[in-house]
Every structure is written in C-alpha cells, then in structure tokens.
T-cell receptor, first 118, second 109 residues
Framework: GAVVSQHPSRVICKSGTSVKIECRSLDFQATTMFWYRQFPKKSLMLMATSNEGSKATYEQGVEKDKFLINHASLTLSTLTVTSAHPEDSSFYIC??????????????FGPGTRLTVT | DAKTTQPTSMDCAEGRAANLPCNHSTISGNEYVYWYRQIHSQGPQYIIHGLKNNETNEMASLIITEDRKSSTLILPHATLRDTAVYYCIVNSGTYKYIFGTGTRLKVLA
C-alpha cells in the first residue's frame, strides 16, 4: 500500500517557461499534501502544505506566485513552476499524508521530479 | 517539533551491522521518532518509527533510550544497497516532517 507517483520523473525546460509536476496517491486518499525541494547534496526543504480544496500554505521565503499548487482532489496534487529560471533547477518531491498501519497519519513520499532549467 | 542531530557521515563494512545514532534531546512526550533513508536521486523511503519501545521490522531495528533523548537505527547486516542518506525525524502529529542534514552512510565492500 501507500504508493505515490510523480510525473514527469525528469524534465528539462527553457528559461521563462512553466512546468507542471503531478503527484498522485495511487491507493489511498490524501487530504493533505506536502511539497519539498532538494538541491544537490542538501537536505529536503519544505516548500508548502496544501489541503484538498483549500489554498496552500507556503513556508517563509517560498514565492506563492511562482510555485502554484493545486490540490483539487484527494488523489492528485500539482505543482507548477511558473516562469522557470536556472536557479529553480532542483529535485521536487511530493509527500501526501495518509493513514499508516499503526493507525497514525504518516507522510509518504513520491519518487521525485528532477527539473533542469536551461 | 524537536530538532535532531546526526553525524554527517559514517562508513560500514559490508555484512556488518550499521549503527546510526540520532540525538533528540528536546523531544516531547507525544513525539515519535521516524527514520527514513534516501538513495541517490530517489524519494525518501520509510524505514521504521517508534515512540518509546524498541522496534524491529524486516529492514531495521530502532533502539530508543529510556529518557528518549536519543535513538539508534541498526541495520543488522549492511549491504552495498544500504548506501544512502539516513534521516531521523521527530514528529508529534503536526505531520510536517522537517528534515535535518541526515547521515550519509557508505557501505564498503
């Protein structure tokens, strides 16, 4: 159980274009979704938290107009990087919240999306 | 949520036990200790979690000290595929996992 997919796994785009990353929880429903980014050899940094049907809450220093998050259903959330620039090149990981085996809510993680902006 | 401190890196010989420590001296009573690992260019993989009792599953064992201020993840027979960054996280149910720097474990042949 608790399978999470992300699409695409890798994307290369030109500076100034927008890129959409999809995250799906395949066998469970996620009312809450977390999005992280990770630079090379660095730890995961939380970008934002979204609840299904509500606006996302962004961490300090993360531009909400640049990183658009949509959580329209319990199994799908999208992150759109608008007007991407080379400094947005990073590894983006989604993390839906689901009910674990011991009855606790736990964060599951997607396989990540490698974004390269040229 | 409490902060965690882990060694930056560790080496372990293949076939030997890998013992990864984590300090969480400010942990509060309702916080669990979670361990994840991340193999290069993949998403984090859940390993194990516990509250105060020691836990064991098919991947690892988790030893939590009686005062809960530290814990150790044990991989009983490390293989080359266990080379990864290991993260210790404490979380009370705010569900917003905050990742520290983790321990980069290198298993040597």
């Amino acid at each position: 159980g608790a399978v999470v997919s992300q699409h695409p796994s890798r994307v290369i785009c030109k500076s100034g274009t927008s890129v959409k990353i999809e995250c799906r929880s395949l066998d469970f429903q996620a009312t809450t979704m977390f999005w992280y980014r990770q630079f090379p050899k660095k730890s995961l940094m939380l970008m934002a938290t979204s609840n299904e049907g509500s606006k996302a809450t962004y961490e300090q220093g993360v531009e909400k107009d640049k990183f658009l998050i949509n959580h329209a259903s319990l199994t799908l959330s999208t992150l759109t990087v608008t007007s991407a620039h080379p400094e947005d090149s990073s590894f983006y990981i989604c993390s839906p919240l689901g009910l674990g085996e011991k009855g606790l809510y736990e964060q599951y993680f997607g396989p990540g999306t490698r974004l390269t902006v040229t | 949520d409490a902060k965690t401190t882990q060694p930056t890196s560790m080496d372990c010989a293949e076939g030997r036990a890998a013992n990864l420590p984590c300090n969480h001296s400010t942990i509060s009573g309702n916080e669990y200790v979670y361990w994840y690992r991340q193999i290069h260019s993949q998403g984090p993989q859940y390993i194990i979690h516990g509250l105060k009792n020691n836990e064991t599953n098919e991947m690892a064992s988790l030893i939590i000290t009686e005062d809960r201020k530290s814990s150790t993840l044990i991989l009983p027979h490390a293989t080359l595929r266990d080379t990864a960054v290991y993260y210790c996280i404490v979380n009370s149910g705010t569900y917003k996992y905050i990742f520290g720097t983790g321990t980069r474990l290198k298993v040597l042949a």
